[in-house]
């Protein structure tokens, strides 16, 4: 038993000085993206659920609320935040905080599914381009918490960054420029009272890049830039946003040329300073010229950090399903372009840029005895080279968890496959909660361009480049666009129409959101919400806290499970 115990304390020894921040892990807490600043996904103050007791989940409460659904907007609820001991004026309680994509922030206690209190931010712009399901005009950026201060930060569609109470909703902060309105930016991440947020997509005509805004003085806040290309090319749009590293913070980017002199930065994880945003290291696979040409661009998800070895790594993998390790100090060696350990190809044998590969993130925790491991969703069925999984579950052809060993030496490390799970319906990024994994099924229909029969290879609309304008993506029995412009009120009808229907049936799930929870060392099925929730959700991830799980669906509902009393 001493042993044990000592072996609990040296993962945990591991860890802290990586984590100590001032937004830091706290019990009972999820306040940012993730879980945390290196986006790992793993709460590791959470006791209430464990292997033993998680069987027996059950739905506690769902809460239905009032923003609207929309075929045009896929995230109609960000990823929920999780925060214990508030004041409010209703006692002291566990508050669970999400954001509609009509830029509502909701506040709602945890124990019952109640409203505690909402605030709402009419945003009186005209957007510059009409809404599509690519570039929907709404905000979509998870929020973040400042427990210290009691303060939650979030951006809404008018592009303006904002600091309210997280008690009442009082205003903490006069509404500050943050980024383009109606611009697509990713989860918000607090390091060091500077918040990070990259925007991609090229939506409200944003460049490309990725802002930081320092809050130290909330009267004064200082914005700093930095622009990864001229234009839409070489955003970073995983969900995650950035990551904490020793020296900074980096992220990922997606298609586009890697021509430092020019100014734009594709396919590569950039290491930046923080607040300046200058730029001290990257990683550009040697590839890159092949990701652009297919379109398996890097932005489909974001890196993932965590010490292994007395190092910190950054584990890096995206659309074509290769896993990349590098050195948090050194990210690609001397000519930047060296990880420390490039798997075979695990996933996307198709090489297809939609619906294949991995989207959002990753995750990853330690064992008990300090093992550390990967944990990756994997939609569509492994590759060929994927290597010989010690537990499986049958055919994977949808979708699946992975789990991988980080084995080796610090300068010499290495993946085994450990575990893959039941088959899943394209799966969000999963969590990790005192030895279980949590993962939701979507059920999200990924094919992107109806009218071609869903081969959406060399579709330039596809996977995050926004169509140019009057542009819309065919769908069955719609009329087609007319290109540049269109040529009259008929075409300008007729986009119009094809935009819709493409939108409509984008937002047609193939099945329901299900969630799973699995033993994180053998993959076992432990829990399955079945057919509980009917609907299905884009772009989340399953929050556990508070000895709850909490996920959100596309008909704007939140979701509390927990065990039977």
Sequence with gaps: ??????????????????????????????????????????????????????????????????????????????????????????????????????????????????????????????????????????????????????????????????????????????PADFVTPFARNWSLNLIDDVIYSPTARGCGGAMANISAMDISDPAHPRLSRLYTSGGRPAGAWGRGGVVKIPKGIAMQTADGPYDPAAGTYGETVLALAPKELRIIDSFTPSNWKSLNAKDLDLGSAGPVVFPFQGRTLVASIAKEAVMYLLDANVLGGNDHSTPLYQSARLGNDEEMLGGRGIWGSIATAADPQGRRFLYIPMWGPPSKTAGAFKFSYGDASNGSVMAFEVTGEASKVSLTPTWMSRDMHVPDPPVIANGVVYAVQTGENTVQNPGRGGDV?????????????????????????????????????????????????????VTNLVLYAFDAQTGKQLYSSEKIIPSWVHYGE????????????????????????
């Excluded at 290879?457 to 995050?464: E, H, S």
């Excluded at 542009?471 to 040529?487: E, N, S, V």
């Design 542 to 565: 399953p929050v556990v806290a508070a000895g709850k799980v909490f996920v959100v669906t596309w008909d704007g509902h939140l979701y509390a499970f927990g065990v039977k009393k």
């Design 1 to 174: 038993m001493l042993r044990r115990s000592l072996s609990v304390a040296l993962v945990l020894s591991l860890w802290l000085p990586l984590a100590g921040s001032a937004q830091g892990p706290a019990a009972s807490d999820w306040l940012t993206w993730g879980y945390d600043q290196e986006r790992s996904g793993w709460n590791r103050a959470e006791t209430t659920l464990s292997k033993e007791n998680v069987s027996k989940l059950e739905l506690q409460w769902s809460a239905q609320l009032s923003t609207p659904h929309s075929e045009i907007v896929l995230s109609t609820l960000t990823a929920p935040l999780v925060m214990d001991g508030v004041t409010t004026s209703q006692g002291r309680k566990t508050l669970v905080f999400v954001v509609g994509s009509d830029d509502t922030l909701f506040a709602i206690d945890a124990g019952t599914g109640k409203i505690v209190w909402q605030k709402h931010f009419a945003n009186t712009l005209t957007p510059p381009q009409a809404a599509s399901w690519l570039c929907s005009n709404t905000q979509n950026s998870t929020p973040v918490i400042d427990k210290q201060k009691g303060i939650i930060y979030l951006v809404t569609s008018d592009g303006k960054l904002r600091g309210l109470s997280v008690s009442a909703g009082d205003e903490r902060m006069a």
């Design 457 to 509: 290879r060399n579709d330039p609309a596809a996977a995050g480049n926004p169509p140019p304008a009057g542009r819309a993506d065919a769908a069955p029995g719609a009329p087609p666009a007319t290109g540049r412009g269109g040529r009259g009120r008929g075409d300008a009808a007729a986009a119009a129409a094809s935009a819709l229907a493409s939108a409509k049936f984008r937002a047609t799930p």
